[in-house]
C-alpha cells in the first residue's frame, strides 16, 4: 500500500501531538553512532572487496588549453600498472544533480588547474600513485586563461534581475542610506570524508560503493555520464562523512572508477586526495556584492539594493544563489536585485553549505549594523523595525515568522543589555572586546521523498530509503518518528538507508532531508496505522499506540497480536505541491557574538556565541542543536579564516589542503549556546518541521564582524576578518 500525499495546503491536523510515545523531539542518541566510533561503520573506501585494484586521478597543471597526448606506453610499463582510462564520460556529468545536460568539458579541453584528465589504474594504490605521478602531459596552450573575476566582461543572466519601485529616488530621499560593496572569497566544501567510490561490475550490472549526498540522481548521473539505463546502476552510499554540497553531484572519480572497471572486469577503488576534494570538487564562488539601504527617519527600510557578481566556468548553469533571501528578509517597497556571473578559468562552483545566503544574508547583515550606527538605533530594534507584514517582493503571507521572538530570545540569553554601542570602549589588558548581532534567514524546501516501513509480526519496524545520512542524524530522526506513530521503542526500529534499491528519498542537500523523509516515514505509518485500526475495529485516530501496545477505548493488547502472520508494509510517498507558491515557507534565527581583538596583532577570538532558531517542529533536540552548532562554526570559518587562494598566474588553489585552508579547529570555537524556539509550520510538511541543517551559517559571520567594529571600530568589507585587514585601523 502507498500513502501519497502532495503538499498544497497547511495541514493542520498536527497529527504528531495526538502521539503518546514521546520519542519526537527528545535528545535521542544516533543508532548509527556506536558503529562510526567502533569502525564497524564502513565508508566508501574502506568496503572489503576482493582482487580490487586501485585508481590515482591525474590532473591537468594547468587552467586553460587543449591535451593534446601523454606518455601512455612508458607508464604502462611500470611495475603493477593496469590501465590509464582517459575517456570524455569521466567529466560528462553536469555539477548539480541533473542528468541529460550537455557535458561541460571532456578531458581534453582543459578549463580549469586540476581538471582530471585520466585514471592510472595499478595493483596497489602505491603503484597507481607512483604511475600518475609519472605520466607526462602534453598541453597546447593557446589563449589565456580567466582568472580575475574583475577582468573579464561579465554575462547579466536576464532572469536574475529584478526592480520594484525606484530604488535611486528612495536613496536620494532617504534620511539614512549605506551604499558599500563588500567581498567574499571562494570557499571549499571541505568535508571530513574525500570523495571515494568502489566500482563492480557483474555484467551489464554496475555497482558502485560511493559517498554522494543524493543517491536516486547520482544514480541518474552515473547511469547518463556511461551512456547506460538506470535500472543498471546500483549506489550504496549508507555512511557518509560530510558532504556540504561538494557530494550533491557524482564527481569524476566514480565515472573513472566505473569505467576502469568495465575495461579491467576487476573492482577499482578510486579515493580523491585532499587536494584532489579541494581542485575538482565543487568550490563556493567568491562575491563582489553592492548592498544600498535607504531608510527613513526611524530607520524603516523604505529600498534596498543588492547587486551581485559571482564567477563559474563557462558553461556551467549554477549561480551562486546570492540574494536569495534578500526578496523577503526585510521591508522596503524600492528594490534592485541583480547578478552578474564572471566566467572563470576555475574549479567549478556550486552548492557549498547554504548556497546564496550563506554568503549574502551574511554580507546584508553587515550593512544593516551601518545602518543601525548610522541611525543610532540599537541593531536589534532596527531588524525588528523592519519585519515586513507578508513577502515583499511576491505579496504572499509568511507560512510562520518568528523573527522576532528569535531575536528577544537571543539577545535575552547572551546579555545583549551589556553592550556599548559605542565602539572601542571595552578593554581587557591586550584585548579590544565587542559585541555583535545578526539575524538568519533560509528558504525552506520540500522534496519529493518516499519511504517503505515494515511493521514486522514480533513487533519491530524497519525502515528502508536510498536517503542517505550525512552526518546530519537521518537515522535518528526517522527511527523517531516511527517510533511515535507506531508506538515502539527506538531499540525496536531499524532504518536502512543508502542503497537505490531501496524507495527513493529525496537525498540531503539545501536542509530538506529530514523534512521530505520523515514526511515520508510519517505517510507510511500513517497508512500502518489505519490498518491496525481496522484490525482493532476502531478509527484510526482512536486507536493509541505506546510500548508496543495498542489502547482501545479500555481495552490493551499486543500490537503483534494485531498483525497478521507476516508483515504488514506501506510506503510513504510525499510530493511538494501549491503550498510554496501560496505563502513564503522560510527559517529564522538571530546570532550573537561576543569577540576580542588584539590590540597588538589584529588576531580576532570568538570568545562566545549565542544563536535562537525557529524551524518548526524540532526533531532531535541533540542532532538539531548539533546542526545549528556546527552551522555557527563554519560562520567563524567564513568570518576568520577560510578563503580559497588562487595563485594568480597559473590559476591553481595554493592552499588546498586542511594545513593551509583554515576552518575552525577546537581552539577557535568558544562556548556556542543555541536556543531552539518552538514553532508548528503547518505549511511546510505534516510534520510541521522545517530545515535547519544550513540555518547556522546564514548570517553568523555578520554577528562577528560587527563585533570587531564594535572592538575596534575597524569595519571589513573584505570576507574573512584576517589580522593584516584589522591591524592598520588599528593604529590611532
Ligand atoms: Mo547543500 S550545500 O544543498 O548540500
Not at 575597524?714 to 570576507?719: N, T
Request: proline share 5%; hydrophobic share 40%; aromatic share 4%.
Amino acid at each position: 500500500m502507498t500513502r501519497h500525499m502532495k503538499m498544497d495546503n497547511a495541514d493542520t491536523r498536527r497529527r504528531l501531538d495526538d502521539m503518546v510515545q514521546g520519542a519526537v523531539g527528545a535528545p535521542l542518541d544516533r543508532p548509527d553512532g556506536p558503529l562510526k566510533v567502533t569502525g564497524a561503520a564502513h565508508y566508501a573506501a574502506e568496503q572489503p572487496t576482493d582482487a580490487l585494484c586501485y585508481g590515482v586521478l591525474v590532473r591537468a597543471p594547468a587552467a586553460k588549453g587543449r591535451l593534446l597526448n601523454m606518455s601512455t606506453n612508458a607508464v604502462m610499463a611500470l611495475p603493477g600498472v593496469l590501465a590509464i582510462v582517459s575517456d570524455e564520460r569521466m567529466l560528462r556529468n553536469p555539477a548539480q544533480g541533473t542528468a541529460n545536460e550537455a557535458p561541460v568539458q571532456g578531458v581534453h579541453e582543459i578549463a580549469y588547474f586540476g581538471q582530471p584528465v585520466a585514471l592510472v589504474v595499478a595493483e596497489t594504490f602505491e603503484q597507481a600513485r607512483h604511475a600518475a605521478q609519472a605520466l607526462q602531459l602534453h598541453i597546447e596552450t593557446t589563449d589565456e586563461a580567466a582568472l580575475d573575476p574583475l577582468a573579464v566582461e561579465p554575462e547579466i543572466p536576464e532572469d536574475k534581475q529584478s526592480s520594484m519601485g525606484d530604488l535611486d529616488a528612495a536613496m536620494k530621499n532617504a534620511v539614512y542610506r549605506v551604499d558599500e560593496t563588500y567581498t567574499t572569497p571562494s570557499h571549499s566544501s571541505a568535508p571530513m570524508e574525500p570523495h571515494a567510490s568502489i566500482a563492480q561490475w557483474e555484467g551489464e550490472q554496475l555497482t558502485l560503493r560511493g559517498s554522494y549526498q543524493m543517491l536516486k540522481y547520482n544514480r541518474n548521473e552515473l547511469a547518463d555520464s556511461l551512456g547506460i539505463e538506470p535500472k543498471n546502476v546500483r549506489i550504496l552510499a549508507p555512511y557518509v562523512g560530510g558532504g556540504f554540497g561538494s557530494k550533491l553531484g557524482i564527481a569524476p572519480e566514480a565515472v573513472a572508477a566505473a569505467l576502469a572497471a568495465k575495461k579491467l572486469s576487476r573492482p577499482v577503488s578510486v579515493a580523491m586526495t585532499r587536494p584532489h576534494v579541494f581542485e575538482t570538487t565543487m568550490r563556493r564562488s567568491e562575491t563582489r556584492q553592492r548592498v544600498r539601504l535607504a531608510a527613513d527617519a526611524q530607520g524603516r527600510l523604505t529600498g534596498i539594493g543588492h547587486e551581485t557578481l559571482v564567477s563559474n566556468l563557462p558553461g556551467e548553469r549554477f549561480a551562486e544563489p546570492v540574494t536569495q533571501a534578500t526578496a523577503f528578509m526585510y521591508r522596503g517597497e524600492n528594490r534592485i536585485i541583480g547578478q552578474k556571473i564572471a566566467r572563470l578559468n576555475r574549479t567549478c562552483a556550486g552548492s557549498v553549505r547554504a548556497p546564496g545566503e550563506a554568503v549574502g544574508v551574511t554580507i546584508v547583515e553587515n550593512a544593516m549594523d551601518e545602518l543601525a550606527e548610522q541611525a543610532g538605533i540599537d541593531p536589534v530594534e532596527l531588524r525588528k523595525r523592519n519585519i515586513p507584514e507578508e513577502d515583499p517582493t511576491r505579496q504572499v503571507p509568511f507560512s510562520s515568522h518568528k523573527l522576532a521572538e528569535a531575536l528577544d530570545a537571543g539577545a535575552r540569553g547572551f546579555g545583549w543589555e551589556k553592550r556599548n554601542a559605542i565602539p572601542k570602549q571595552v578593554r581587557d589588558g591586550e584585548w579590544m572586546i565587542g559585541m555583535g548581532m545578526a539575524s538568519a534567514f533560509r528558504v525552506n524546501m520540500l522534496k519529493e521523498a518516499q519511504a517503505r516501513v515494515r511493521l514486522n509480526a514480533n513487533g519491530t519496524a524497519e525502515i528502508e530509503s536510498d536517503q542517505t545520512d550525512i552526518g546530519t542524524g537521518t537515522y535518528a530522526i526517522l527511527t523517531q518518528i516511527a517510533c511515535d506513530m507506531l508506538g515502539l521503542a527506538p531499540e525496536n526500529v531499524t532504518v536502512r538507508l543508502g542503497d537505490t534499491d531501496l524507495p527513493p528519498g529525496s537525498g540531503s542537500g539545501g536542509s530538506f532531508g529530514a523534512a521530505s523523509n520523515g514526511t515520508a516515514v510519517f505517510l507510511a505509518c500513517e497508512e500502518l496505522r489505519l490498518q491496525l485500526a481496522t484490525a482493532a475495529g476502531c478509527a484510526e485516530p482512536d486507536l493509541t499506540l505506546k510500548d508496543g501496545k495498542a489502547i482501545v477505548g479500555n481495552r490493551q493488547v499486543i500490537i503483534a497480536e494485531l498483525l497478521p502472520s507476516t508483515a504488514l508494509e506501506a510506503t510513504g510517498h510525499i510530493e511538494p505541491g501549491d503550498a510554496s507558491s501560496k505563502v513564503r515557507q522560510a527559517t529564522y534565527g538571530a546570532y550573537f557574538a561576543e569577540v576580542a581583538v588584539s590590540a597588538i596583532t589584529g588576531e580576532t577570538r570568538v570568545r562566545r556565541m549565542t544563536g535562537a532558531f525557529a524551524a518548526g517542529r524540532i526533531l532531535n533536540a541533540k542532532t538539531a542543536r548539533s546542526q545549528c552548532l556546527g552551522g555557527m562554526v563554519w560562520g567563524i570559518g567564513m568570518a576568520l579564516t577560510e578563503a580559497l587562494e588562487f595563485d594568480p598566474r597559473y590559476g591553481q588553489i595554493a592552499n588546498h589542503d586542511f594545513a593551509e585552508y583554515h576552518i575552525p579547529v577546537n581552539a577557535d570555537v568558544p562556548q556556542i549556546d543555541v536556543i531552539l524556539l518552538e514553532e508548528h509550520d503547518d505549511w511546510a510538511n505534516p510534520l510541521q518541521a522545517k530545515g535547519l541543517g544550513e540555518l547556522g551559517i546564514c548570517g553568523a559571520g555578520a554577528a562577528i564582524t560587527n563585533a570587531i567594529y564594535n572592538a575596534t571600530g575597524v569595519r571589513v568589507r573584505d570576507y574573512p576578518a584576517t589580522l593584516d585587514k584589522i591591524l592598520p585601523g588599528l593604529e590611532t
